[in-house]
């Protein structure tokens, strides 16, 4: 390894570290708010090709496909040739990979600009919270990430309005262009201030790359095909698909030092409870966001317009109390501090579910709100431990891990509701809502074990 620099050792000069940061969020910001606000345009994008509703979906598909394949492969590449190259890349080529997407000429084109876009968030995801470990100094690292969970927490919130205004007054296309000129400037804002990456001398072990696309790709590919009815063989391929893979990979990885997938940092017991928590987090939220506009709309009785003003409460309240958990991350125990969050999570959602049908939509905000403020009470620690548990130079590993686990939590979760709410028998969403608070109950008891010293 090459000897330390300014972004290995966190000591970066405060301006620079700020322009670097201003580029990190308006990224971060961008690439969650382009996948937010592609979904709104599918009924758009489908009656404008001509083409069946439901064919529409692949492009959310194939883009999370990408995205989840390549997290952990391109991760270890970014440990090898410096993250900020792997970053700066992987911005330039969703500004090129946008433009592509809003010029297609037909739904086949849009399809692999969109697998291509996803290979490049993938580049950009795969290092991000790696770099917030590698230019902040450790005391300021909660705060970093509750500021990063700030901004994409508001593109959340902000995607379904600004993809519907665009959609309104201008095209669909637009949802795409308008990633161009941030990415773009995000990109141009982080290499002129950040220094060069350090290289380390390891080798980059393709096989290991291919098998780890192989083992998420198709557990995500199956975990997804479960909530689709009569897709059960292509559920069972996929999950099988990747527990070979996995099995492959693993016994391949087994004696490694730093292997791709971080099988050294899941033996320090911190991070591997930390993982777990996650993946009960996540699994968690999407349950709810899946099932809460159908109770909203079904038991509640509330118009579309009022349910998505009503579900903005929950990353709205994210967005207000992310930082200040950082902050209240840089100086209490971490575990306890992610526990109680998830138990505010449970609490918020029994709350919802338990609610008469004679609730109004003030009743039901904050309900929700409480739910965003228990995520935000736990995102941020929960990360702050992942980071704070791993070794400096296993940042990137550490960052692909986080990225991964709440992929696969979220399609978890997608798949739970969607195996519910088939059913269709009333009530359905309540029993989604009720098993979401398990998982945030799993979560908290799992976070409470690091409670005595979460690096360890």
């Known amino acids: 390894m090459t000897a ?17 940061f201003a ?13 937010v606000a592609v979904t709104l345009a599918l009924p758009s994008i489908a009656q404008h090709y001509g083409i069946d509703p439901a064919r529409s979906i692949w492009l959310v598909s194939i883009y999370q496909l990408t995205l989840v394949s390549c997290l952990l492969p391109l991760t270890a590449l970014a440990e090898k040739i410096g993250y900020s190259r792997v970053y700066i890349v992987g911005l330039a080529a969703f500004a090129v990979t946008a433009i592509m997407s809003t010029l297609a000429p037909d739904f086949r ?13 993938s580049a950009v995801m795969s290092v991000n919270m790696a770099l917030i470990r590698t230019i902040f100094p450790e005391r300021q690292l909660g705060r970093a990430l509750g500021i990063n969970a ?44 950040l220094p060069a990456s350090p290289v380390r001398a390891i080798r980059y072990d393709l096989g290991s790359a291919v098998l780890s696309a192989l083992t998420f790709g198709g557990l995500l590919w199956g975990i997804s095909s479960l909530g689709q009815n009569g897709k059960f063989a292509l559920a069972a391929l996929g999950l099988g698909m990747g527990a ?28 591997a409870f930390s993982v777990a928590a996650s993946i009960c987090a996540f699994t968690a939220q999407m349950l709810a966001f899946v ?11 509330l118009s579309v317009v009022e349910a998505g003003l009503v579900f903005s409460f929950w990353p709205l309240a994210l967005a207000a109390t992310a930082v200040l958990s950082g902050m209240l991350a ?25 609610a008469t049908g004679a609730a109004t939509p ?94 360890k």
């Open 362 to 455: 003030g009743d039901l905000a904050w309900r929700l709100a409480l739910c965003g403020l228990g995520f935000a009470l736990f995102q941020t620690p929960n990360n702050r431990i992942l980071l704070g548990a791993s070794p400096r130079w296993r940042a990137g590993a550490a960052s692909g891990a986080i990225g991964t686990t709440r992929l696969l939590g979220q399609a978890l979760g997608a798949a739970l509701a969607a195996l519910v709410l088939s059913r269709g028998a009333a009530g359905h969403e309540g029993l989604a809502l009720w098993l979401a608070g398990g998982f945030a109950f799993c979560g908290a008891a799992v976070s409470l074990l690091r409670y005595r010293d979460p690096w």
């Open 330 to 354: 840089d100086r209490v125990s971490q575990g306890v501090l992610s526990a109680s969050g998830l138990g505010i999570l449970a609490l918020g959602l029994v709350l919802v579910v338990m």
């Open 4 to 20: 330390s620099c300014p972004e290995e050792t966190g000591v970066l000069p405060p301006l620079r570290r700020k322009i670097v």
């Open 109 to 121: 084109f849009l399809a692999m600009s969109r697998a291509a876009q996803g290979l490049a968030a």
């Open 244 to 271: 070979v893979s996995g099995t492959v990979l693993v016994a391949r990885l087994r004696n490694v030092a730093e292997p791709m997938v971080p099988l050294d940092l899941l033996r320090i017991p911190a991070f």
């Open 23 to 35: 580029g990190m969020i308006v990224a971060i910001g961008s690439v969650v708010m382009d996948n």
């Open 150 to 193: 700030t901004a994409g927490a508001i593109a959340i919130s902000a995607g379904p309005s600004v993809a519907g205004f665009l959609i309104e007054y201008a095209s669909w296309q637009w949802i795409f262009a308008i990633g161009v000129p941030t990415t773009a400037v995000a990109a141009l804002m982080t290499r002129i201030a």
């Open 291 to 301: 099932s809460l506009p159908f109770l909203m709309q079904g038991k509640f009785g």
